[in-house]
C-alpha cells in the first residue's frame, strides 16, 4: 500500500494489477487501486474503479461500497456518495462502521467547490 499511499499510480498499478491476477475476486487490490487514485487527487476514477468491480464474495460488495462512498464524497458528488455509503450502512458488519464515519465526517473530507471571486464594490475591476 506504499505505492498507494505515495500516489505513484504506475507502481501501485503494477503491484495491485498484479495481486488481481493471482487472487481474483479478492477486494483489497481493487481497494489499493482506488485508494492511488483518491491520493493522486483523482476520486472520480477511484469511484469508478471500486463501483466496477465484482467481488469473487458478494458479501465483500459492502465494503467496495463505503470506499466507493469515500471517493464519491472526496469528489464531491455528495448525494451518490450517501447513497453507496447508506447502503453499506444498510449491509451491516465492518463494512457498515467505515461507512458511518465517513458519512459523519462527510462535510470535513468534501473537495471545496472553486471559489468565485466577484469584485468588491469600488474595486477596479
Do not use: K, Y
Request: hydrophobic share 45%; glycine share 8%.
Amino acid at each position: 500500500f506504499l505505492a498507494a499511499a505515495v500516489s505513484d499510480l504506475t507502481r501501485a498499478d503494477a503491484i495491485f494489477n498484479a495481486l488481481q491476477r493471482v487472487r481474483p475476486g479478492r477486494t483489497h487490490p481493487c481497494i489499493g487501486l482506488a485508494v492511488a487514485r483518491m491520493n493522486a487527487g483523482l476520486p472520480d476514477e477511484a469511484a469508478e474503479i471500486l463501483a466496477n468491480f465484482q467481488p469473487a464474495q458478494p458479501e465483500d460488495r459492502s465494503e467496495l461500497d463505503a470506499w466507493c462512498g469515500f471517493a464519491l464524497l472526496l469528489a464531491g458528488r455528495s448525494d451518490e456518495a450517501r447513497r453507496m455509503l447508506q447502503r453499506a450502512i444498510d449491509a451491516g458488519g465492518e463494512a457498515a462502521r467505515l461507512a458511518q464515519v465517513v458519512l459523519d465526517s462527510g462535510p470535513a473530507m468534501m473537495r471545496p467547490a472553486p471559489l468565485q471571486s466577484e469584485p468588491l464594490p469600488g474595486a477596479p475591476g
